[in-house]
Structures are given as structure tokens and as C-alpha cells.
């Protein structure tokens, strides 16, 4: 079994309700959270196999407080990074400021 890695491939930032700072970071992980959770939980997976793109990879978005240092909610992400990128604006309805 490989170990589970995470590396960060994006960031962001916008104002919840208009005027709190928030923080949004997008993880490249080398696993798929799905399967892994479904196998965790005890689901027998030998049918099944992990569904990641052609890195090896799928991403996770990461909800953050304005400064980076406490991660305050996730969303899992899509297999693509631009899609991602979607996702969370779709999630928050608003433009992020991407650093």
C-alpha cells in the first residue's frame, strides 16, 4: 500500500458575507478519498478500483480562516484541477482572488 501523500497546488482568498477573510487551498492527493473511505468503513472493494487521474492523483479543496492556520471545513474535488477550481467558486458563489 502506498502511503497517502497531499501537496498543495493552489491557494486563495475571499470575504465571507462581504468583509470576513477567508482562505481556500486546493491539495493534490495520491489516493481517492471515496475508496479509501468506502474500504475503511469495511466495504469489500476487490470489484472496485480507485478512481484517480493521469497522475495518479485527485484533489481536495480545503475551507481556511483568513490567515491559512486552521482549516475549518473540505470539500471533496473532481479529478481535474480546473474543475476544482469551478467547484469552489460554485460553492461560494463569489470570485476567489487566487495567489
Request: proline fraction near 2%.
Amino acid at each position: 500500500m502506498i502511503a497517502q501523500q497531499q501537496r498543495e497546488v493552489q491557494r486563495g482568498s475571499w470575504l465571507y458575507d462581504g468583509r470576513i477573510l477567508k482562505g481556500v487551498r486546493i491539495l493534490a492527493i495520491n489516493y481517492d478519498y471515496w475508496y479509501d473511505l468506502e474500504e475503511s468503513d469495511g466495504f469489500d472493494m476487490s470489484d472496485e478500483e480507485p478512481e484517480l487521474n493521469e497522475q495518479g492523483e485527485m484533489y481536495m479543496i480545503e475551507w481556511m480562516d483568513g490567515t491559512f492556520t486552521k482549516m475549518e471545513s473540505f470539500s471533496v474535488g473532481r479529478l481535474e484541477l480546473a474543475e476544482t477550481l469551478e467547484l469552489a467558486q460554485s460553492v461560494i458563489k463569489q470570485p476567489i482572488e487566487w495567489l
